[in-house]
């Protein structure tokens, strides 16, 4: 999957991917996507959780070969 | 959408304790929500005043009780200790550096940083009067003096209030 934007959380921790996830979002345009690289498990099911509360599509959750997890989240407004 | 930004849904925290994990907890969750895009206010009261005074100088408290209530709870970010396996400091000591070695923000950073994002912090005067603990001895994050009735006008409004 493409994104316009990556953001590297590698090695951080919940609630830290979210809140700069959220932060950066902001710099993007609508129809954007922005792809988060994170390594705690717990993303796979908080960051959907994100996307439904603030209305931002989750397009999918990749898992590569080394344990780190690829989360593409679109702008939709 | 940008009018319908007022009609934010709301989060309200009483924080009743000093304990250095359930403050964490506190303001894990008030970050969160705030990037989640809820309004949210923490409203300290009691022990949870230590999580809010300034870790520089003293507390000016009137009083010979209060003067050495406020010597012996001095309170601080930075000062606070966990509720479990303490060890006289040692526990602490050691969650701090797990917590380190795990890229998590202190908690003195997540009180910035939830400042940042807007989250409202509101220090009790009761008990700031109780224990004598005057407006000064707050950090700057902390912009409102308030009673029960703004917490309840608060929590009345909103979608999820917790009492910690």
């Given at each position: 999957m493409k994104a316009d934007v990556s953001i590297d959380c590698v090695g951080l921790y919940c609630p830290m991917p979210i809140v700069k996830t959220a932060s950066k979002i902001k710099e993007l345009e609508p129809g954007q996507v922005l792809e988060v690289v994170a390594d705690d498990k717990g993303i796979k099911q908080d960051m959907p959780a994100w996307c439904k509360a603030t209305g931002n599509e989750c397009l999918g959750i990749e898992e590569d070969k080394n344990g780190e997890i690829h989360v593409f989240v679109k702008k939709t407004k | 959408m940008s009018e319908q930004a007022a009609l934010k849904e709301k989060m309200t925290l009483a924080i009743c304790s000093g304990d250095l994990d359930k403050a964490l907890a506190a303001f894990m969750l008030a970050t969160t929500a705030a990037s989640m895009g809820m309004e949210v206010s923490m409203f300290f009261t009691f022990w949870g005043l230590n999580v809010i005074k300034k870790n520089e100088g003293s507390i000016k408290s009137k009083g010979l009780i209060r003067k050495m209530f406020n010597v012996i709870n001095r309170g601080g970010s930075k000062r606070l200790t966990i509720s479990k396996y303490n060890f006289g400091g040692f526990g602490t000591f050691m969650i701090k550096r797990l917590m380190k070695e795990m890229n998590m923000p202190s908690l003195d950073e997540f009180i910035v940083m939830a400042h940042e994002m807007g989250v409202k912090m509101i220090a009790c005067t009761t008990t700031c009067g109780i224990m004598g603990v005057?407006?000064?001895?707050?950090?700057?994050?902390?912009t409102t003096l308030a009673g029960a009735a703004t917490f309840l006008g608060d929590a009345r409004e909103s979608k999820i209030t917790l009492f910690i």
């Amino acid at each position: 999957m493409k994104a316009d934007v990556s953001i590297d959380c590698v090695g951080l921790y919940c609630p830290m991917p979210i809140v700069k996830t959220a932060s950066k979002i902001k710099e993007l345009e609508p129809g954007q996507v922005l792809e988060v690289v994170a390594d705690d498990k717990g993303i796979k099911q908080d960051m959907p959780a994100w996307c439904k509360a603030t209305g931002n599509e989750c397009l999918g959750i990749e898992e590569d070969k080394n344990g780190e997890i690829h989360v593409f989240v679109k702008k939709t407004k | 959408m940008s009018e319908q930004a007022a009609l934010k849904e709301k989060m309200t925290l009483a924080i009743c304790s000093g304990d250095l994990d359930k403050a964490l907890a506190a303001f894990m969750l008030a970050t969160t929500a705030a990037s989640m895009g809820m309004e949210v206010s923490m409203f300290f009261t009691f022990w949870g005043l230590n999580v809010i005074k300034k870790n520089e100088g003293s507390i000016k408290s009137k009083g010979l009780i209060r003067k050495m209530f406020n010597v012996i709870n001095r309170g601080g970010s930075k000062r606070l200790t966990i509720s479990k396996y303490n060890f006289g400091g040692f526990g602490t000591f050691m969650i701090k550096r797990l917590m380190k070695e795990m890229n998590m923000p202190s908690l003195d950073e997540f009180i910035v940083m939830a400042h940042e994002m807007g989250v409202k912090m509101i220090a009790c005067t009761t008990t700031c009067g109780i224990m004598g603990v005057p407006e000064d001895s707050f950090r700057p994050e902390v912009t409102t003096l308030a009673g029960a009735a703004t917490f309840l006008g608060d929590a009345r409004e909103s979608k999820i209030t917790l009492f910690i």
